[in-house]
C-alpha cells in the first residue's frame, strides 16, 4: 500500500541546508499497524507528512496504492489526502468557534462532498463515543473528548489510511490509553492502515512493527510479536 524508497528531504535554512530525511526506505502494508519512533528532531514527522501527501520528498520515490506520488498534481494530492487519508494531530486542530459536529464536517465540504454530510458527521461522532456532544465547541471539551472529535473527522470520509502524529501527546494517562483503544480497534476490527508518530513504548507494544528513526535515518525495524488484548468499544465514553 505505501513503499518509500530513498526518501530524502533538504530543507534550505538561510545558506544552510538542513537535511531531515536521509535515503529513508521502508513499506506499510494494507491493514497494518506502524509505529514510527524516535528522538525529537529525527525526522518522524517530516516523513509522516511525506506520507501523507502534505510534503514531497527532495528525492526518493514514494508508492501509495501503486501510484508514484511525485507524478500527481496538487489537485490529484489534495484528492488522495481527502478521500484516502485521515490525519489525527497531537494539538487536534479543531476549530475554536465550531462545534464538534462542525468540525467533523469540514473534510466532506472541503472535498464537496457536502450532501448528507451531517448525517455522516454525526455517525462519526457516535462512533467515538462523543454523539451527544456534537452541539459542543472545542473549548467545552476535555483534551480526550477533542481528541476523539479529531478521530471522527479522520474517519468521516471512510480512509483506507490513518496517519496519526503523538496523538496521546497531551493528554492524561487515562484519556491516552482510551484515544490508544480507539485507535487500535479502528485498524485491527475495521482494517485501517495506521501509522502512528510516538515517543510512547505503550503505543509501540499495541502495533504490528516499529520504525526507529535516528538523525533521519532508519536504524531498526522491528516486529511486534507481544501484542496487548483488543481495546474497548469505539462507543465507550470518552476520557479527561
Known sequence: MMELTDIVKTYQMEQVEVQA?????????????VAIMGPSGCGKTTL?????CLDTPTSGSYYL?????????????????????????????????????????????????????GERAREALVRVGMGSR?????AELSGGERQRVAI??????????ILADEPTGNLDSRSSHDILDILCELNRVEGITLVVVTHEQEIA??????????DGEVVEEQRVTRLASPGTPLSQGGGQ
Open 21 to 33: 530525511l536521509r535515503g529513508v526506505s521502508f513499506r506499510v502494508a494494507e491493514g497494518e499497524m
Open 48 to 52: 509522516l507528512s511525506i506520507m501523507g
Open 65 to 117: 496504492d501503486g501510484a508514484e506520488v511525485s507524478n500527481l498534481s496538487d489537485s490529484q494530492l489534495a484528492e488522495v489526502r481527502n478521500k484516502k487519508i485521515g490525519f489525527v494531530f497531537q494539538t487536534f486542530n479543531l476549530l475554536a468557534r465550531t462545534s464538534a459536529l462542525e468540525n467533523v464536517r469540514l473534510p466532506m465540504l472541503y472535498g464537496g462532498n457536502g450532501r448528507d454530510s
Open 134 to 138: 456534537a452541539s459542543h465547541s472545542p
Open 152 to 161: 471522527a473527522r479522520a474517519l468521516v470520509n471512510s480512509p483506507a489510511i
Open 205 to 214: 507494544d499495541r502495533a504490528q512493527r516499529i520504525v526507529a528513526l535516528r
